[in-house]
């Protein structure tokens, strides 16, 4: 398996890649068939959100049954199929784990509803007088306890109703978790994918839903009595991570993770409807991490994810006249960063947000939001929908011009963006000069230089909101030389003088660019380059 610090890692939203039997929806065949394309990408490993039997209420983060398939996405024998298929080609298959709570249709959760101890000590279940002088708010909205008049008691659901928590103080839960986790291990998956690990260890006093008192020890178990010392690739989901716990997390003596989400760089902050990006708390946030995990932990390096906007929307300039050039831009900031990078799927051709109807929205989360704002201007919630919303992460794959987009014969399940006339990836293979040819020379930079991948790291212009531009060194230590690399970035659509560039008259050599033309003395919109000097 590809190491640690020189994977790449394609997230895929199943639902939303390919689809192979006409029905409308993603399935694990269609993965099957466009490997051909990730493997031409340069990726090492495939991460799959959930493809378990579910209700999907939450498209399959509401777990019915962790060791089945669901038969919407195909087969045991599909999943096995994938992953030997992905191995051919050198890459691996990650998992997604869902651990801190089922779908209220598990057989946990129903045997606990009939009456079963057993089942009923596996979830966090309290009496009334407990309820009232703990009040938790669903992240979905409203309360997070619901009422089981049969039992007389309440169970928590931080997320949807139908997504009970479990309660991780409960060893035999933790055993369950593990044994989840071997039995995909045996199967060959080479990583796992925690959802919102950070949540598994409650704390009622004072009130708290994450980063609580038994967190670290309960991953450390989980590691000795599943993926540890097997060189399998693990991340955890950790919304409340603070520096600190990120080096617990991913400590490099391997008793945790090997890196874990931390979202502090996307500027979301505690009203992500509401929100904006700011060049200045990304970078901030940029350089903390970077420069506070460099020997003590490790970084994963990502833009976009099934949660969360597209990319070139959300950081860059998605216009037609701009959308390429800043997306390439965006790509080359991240991936010159130290850390593990993840491509969610389309972010390599540069997909980008749409414009929803309510009657089009499918994500629960989108659908409460909308049902709560009663009082908001329409106008104001279609652009919070627009802007943030987690259906424009899990729009088709856009494969070509056709009708869908080439990814089914049928009415898709959610609605197909309807810029994939322009942009898919038949055109941008086409093209050597495409987004997509871009990622492709990113992820081969990264494994020819060890500088991208174990340099240390210097924000050079923190107070800048216009530009982005940062420093790595790394000493080789066979031959004693020093490689340093200046990444440079204009974040604006007008042209700005780009301090620094006197390194090209110190002999450094541009290593990669987003413009055919290297810069002089100003820098083009959204111009960016990567300058590699030996000393």
Known sequence: MTP?????????????????????????????????????????????????????????????????????????????????????????????????????????????????????????????????????????????????PALDSYYLHNFDVSQADLDWDNPAVRAEMADVINFWLAKGIKGFRFDVIDMVSKEWSPLAMSNGPRLHDYIRELNDTSFGNKGIITVGETWGADLAHMQHYSNPNGSEFSMVFNFEHLGLGQDKWSSHFDPLTFKRAMAHHQQGLHGRGWNSLFLNNHDLPRAVSRFGDDRPKWRELSAKQWALVLHMLQGTPFIYQGEELGITNRHWQTDELRDVEAIHYCASQSELDPAELSRRIDAIGRDNARTPMQWDASRHAGFSTAAPWIAVNENHVEINAAGQLARTDSLFHHYRQLIALRKAHPVIRHGDFELLDGDDPQRISYRRRWRDPATGETHTLLLLANLTAGTLSMPYLDMVERGATLLMGNYPDAPTTHFAPYQATVWLMQA
């Open 4 to 148: 640690l610090d020189n994977c790449v890692i394609y997230q895929i939203y199943p639902m939303s890649f390919q689809d192979s039997n006409g029905d409308g929806m993603g399935d694990i065949p269609g993965i099957c068939q466009r490997l051909d394309y990730l493997a031409e990408l340069g990726v090492d490993m495939l991460w799959l959100t959930p493809v378990y039997c579910s209700p999907k209420r939450d498209n399959g983060y509401d777990v019915a049954d962790y060791r089945h398939i669901d038969p919407a996405f195909g087969t045991l024998t599909d999943m096995e199929q994938l992953i030997a298929k992905a191995a051919e080609r050198g890459m691996g298959i990650m998992m997604d784990i869902v651990a801190n709570h089922t779908s209220t249709e598990h057989e946990w959760f129903v045997r606990a509803l009939a009456g079963d101890a057993r089942y009923q000590a596996y979830y966090v279940f309290r009496d009334k007088a407990f309820v009232d002088t703990h009040p938790v708010q669903s992240i979905f909205g409203g309360s997070g306890w619901q009422y089981v």
